[in-house]
């Protein structure tokens, strides 16, 4: 199950930095220009308090009061917890593309291309979920556990894995989800890239 957005942690700080900034905008020290001062007109924002300069609001966000603390994103945009208030919103990739297999007696390896979209962000990284299926397709369950990944199955950073340890004679259906840092804050589902590989076959597809 997915993680919830941190609507709590965001408004909490954002309440908290509207509050220092109230209470220090008047403040003008000698010598600085008055309108470092002001509260930050719409679109605009000031992370800390203090004679400072608003910011414009980043890529994917919006701030419609004034006196704007952080911007919020946009419907499907996402900040993480650990992004500063100046990181545009970013949002979870598209599916991996080019998904395919090449197989012989001891090895299966799953090679793809990274998604056309990473979200905005480098923290790109993937999971391979394995399922093994009988003739209908409403024959899948969770693939045996013995059967083993290299170097992993969660948490790739490269665009390959190897499955070893499998059975002859079966089909098994892998997907591979690719996520980034705010994939966990969207609640809809992670994309997917499918492929079908019968143990019977061999070689390259």
Not at 132 to 145: A, K, L, S, T, V
Request: aromatic letters at 8%; one cysteine or more; a neutral charge.
């Amino acid at each position: 199950m997915h993680g919830q957005p941190l609507y709590s942690s965001t408004v909490a700080l954002e309440q908290s930095l509207a509050r220092q900034i109230a209470a220090g905008r008047c403040k003008v020290r000698r010598g600085t220009s008055p309108q470092f001062s002001e509260a930050c007109q719409p679109g605009f924002f000031k992370a800390y308090a203090g004679n400072i300069k608003c910011s414009k609001c980043p890529p994917h966000s919006f701030s419609y009061g004034e006196g704007a603390a952080i911007c919020r994103c946009e419907t499907g945009f996402f900040r993480a917890e650990r992004d500063p208030p100046s990181m545009a919103c970013t949002r979870p990739p598209s599916p991996p593309r080019n998904l395919m297999f090449n197989l012989n007696d001891t090895s299966l390896m799953l090679e793809w291309s990274p998604p056309s979209d990473t979200g905005g962000r480098r923290d790109l990284t993937y999971n391979v979920l394995c399922k093994r299926c009988g003739p209908e397709p409403d024959q899948c369950q969770f693939c045996e556990e013995e059967l083993r990944y290299l170097p992993r199955p969660l948490g790739l950073t490269n665009a390959t894995v190897t499955v070893m340890d499998f059975s002859a004679h079966a089909n098994y259906t892998f997907e591979i989800e690719s996520l980034n840092g705010v994939s966990d804050m969207s609640s809809f589902p992670r994309p997917v890239a499918i492929i079908t590989v019968s143990t019977d076959q061999g070689g390259e597809c």
